[in-house]
């Protein structure tokens, strides 16, 4: 029964669903039901092996199947021989069986779960007989029975249980193979199709189905947004994208609750008599948790798919889905290349761009949800430097812009960027864009240098009468002091383009600019808002030097 596909099918899921649930428990109490059928007669007792059954079902399927068939073909035991010298105590030892297996499963796990059910039907058959003696008379014939048949019970329901359980081990090892080789596939496919994400035509996402319809045992493969199938693997026969349409909407409605979902021509409402397809397996593509489209597998057969091919075709729309919005970010750094960059903006250096950019990739192949979460990040990055003109910015959209960089540069580097924001919540003012996210920047990029271990960097924010003081503070190597006068002279080289910046800037609007100290490990920088220009800054005042 281990080697069959039905049966297969059902352990190497994540979760059973109610239905798979019952029908397993039904399979394992007639199992347990066959074992009482197939004893062996002696003073009225069954020697049996039913209580193995009933161990192995709740250790190998969990509790639901356990306490199920057990209290089904502990029932069955009592009915059958209502009045039998043993029936009542074998009917409650099966019951309790099925539950001390739904308590084993939950202590246990898949390497040592043998060892479990060895001791769990040991212990059921040993409960049997004490009841047996217990309740069963006359009390001669139970102590006969006991003598007869209590080794061979104990031992061959115990140890039976156990080689069950070890042959049903290479079910979860091939699972885990199957999880092995769908990683490596999913890599494989992603390093194939990347190319073609670069544009979202339907030339590129019609060859991006093509190389995953090659890689997997579907008949077609398509991609399709919430409305009609936009592109197909070259295989598919041209019919599916004139009578697709209703299938796709069917499978968007199904795929609001469902990762998976699965649809045949048995399912009403569908035109799959009007295709060749009979069976379609889906996951739908998102976008900021919104279902933008769906991928599609077709089979020329209902229910041709596996299991695995379940889970894969999941993975599959999540990498699909990362990698579109990938696209955006790619096509949001090509309209920053082509407008009218300031001088701030151009610190976002092609270096910088390319080691994100390589960061993304390299986390869609091994983390797709730590992607997305870059992505998204990077996104805000991107359109607060570049959508943003000039404009004065609230405190805390600057900080939440910091915070965006800093996790950028923390998915590079990790645990070697380490941040703390010290931030006055009741502090309420404008400042200009672009001025507190350069400096820590320069913290991260010039501190870091020969730094085995990493930084530190302190963002603080806080009020000094009418003014409110920001300092940016880290344990780095220090900034040298010749680079400090250069600054203070306006002498400094190109690639120290944002401190000289926003030093400048903030001079033309608050009179002074940074403060810069070299600490005898790392750097401090500081710099006053003045809050009466800033009001006046909030009512719309211009200051010509600054807008020119």
């Known amino acids: 029964m281990s080697r069959g596909n039905f049966f297969k099918q059902f352990l190497q899921k994540e979760k059973l669903k109610l239905k798979e649930e019952v029908i397993l428990s039904i399979l394992f109490a007639c199992l347990g039901i066959f074992g009482t059928y197939s004893g062996v007669l002696y003073e009225g007792a069954i020697a049996n092996i039913r209580n193995m059954s009933i161990m192995f079902g709740g250790m190998l399927c969990g509790p639901v199947v356990g306490i199920s068939s057990g209290l089904i073909a502990g029932i069955h035991r009592f009915v059958i021989d209502i009045g039998g010298i043993t029936a009542l105590p074998c009917g409650i030892s099966t019951v309790l069986g099925g539950i001390l297996s739904a308590y084993l499963y939950k202590i246990s796990d898949v390497k040592n779960r043998w060892v479990y059910a060895m001791f769990g039907a040991m212990v059921i058959e040993n409960l049997s007989f004490g009841l047996m003696l217990i309740i069963s008379k006359p009390f001669e014939t139970a102590v006969a029975i006991l003598k007869a048949v209590y080794i061979p019970m104990v031992l061959i329901n115990g ?37 073609y994400f670069m544009s979202t035509d339907e030339i590129s996402l019609g060859k991006i189905c093509s190389i995953i319809k090659e890689s997997v045992e579907a008949k077609a493969v398509v991609i399709s947004n919430t409305n009609r199938i936009i592109a197909a693997s070259k295989e598919i026969e041209f019919d599916i994208k004139e009578y697709g349409t209703n299938i796709v909407k069917e499978l ?54 596996r299991y695995d091919e379940k889970s894969l075709i999941k993975s599959l729309s999540k990498l699909i889905s990362t990698q579109l919005e990938l ?10 290349a082509k407008a009218e960059v300031r001088a701030l903006q151009m610190q976002i250096n092609p270096h910088f761009l390319f080691n994100v950019l390589n960061t993304i990739v390299s986390f869609i192949r091994i983390n797709p949800d730590k992607a997305r979460e ?88 806080y009020k000094m009468q009418n003014m409110t003081k920001i300092v940016i503070e880290d344990d780095g ?48 920088i500081h710099f006053l808002i003045n809050e009466e220009r800033a009001k006046k800054i909030n009512k719309g005042e211009k200051y010509e030097l600054y807008n020119n």
């Open 477 to 524: 190597v220090g900034i040298d002091e010749n680079v400090i006068q250069k600054i203070y002279n306006d002498t400094i080289e190109n690639n120290k383009v944002g401190l000289i910046n926003v030093h400048q800037r903030l001079i033309l609007l608050y009179g002074s600019g940074l403060k810069i100290e070299r600490l005898v490990k790392g750097t401090r």
């Open 252 to 305: 968007v409605n199904f795929s609001t609750s469902n990762d998976v979902i699965t649809i045949t021509n048995k399912n009403k409402g569908t035109l799959f008599d009007k295709i060749i397809y009979k069976s379609a397996i889906a996951s739908p593509l998102y976008e900021n948790d919104e279902i933008i489209g769906i991928l599609i597998f077709f089979y020329y057969s209902r229910n041709a798919f």
């Open 159 to 195: 140890i039976g249980a156990a080689v069950l359980m070890s042959i049903t081990e290479n079910i979860f090892k091939e699972k885990e193979q199957i999880a092995a080789k769908q990683s490596k596939l999913a890599l494989e496919i992603a390093d194939r199709t990347l190319p």
């Open 327 to 336: 696209i955006k970010i790619n096509n949001l750094k090509k309209m920053a």
């Open 374 to 461: 870059l992505i998204i990040d990077f996104s805000k990055y991107l359109r607060y430097n570049t959508e943003n003109k000039e404009e004065f910015i609230d405190l805390k959209e600057e900080i939440k812009h910091v915070k965006s960089y800093i996790k950028i540069e923390q998915a590079r580097f990790g645990e070697k960027i380490k941040t703390k924001f010290i931030i006055d919540e009741n502090i309420n003012v404008k400042i200009p864009m672009l001025s507190i996210q350069p400096l820590v920047e320069n913290s991260i990029q010039h501190g870091m240098k020969d730094m085995k271990n990493g930084i530190s960097v302190i963002v603080k924010v």
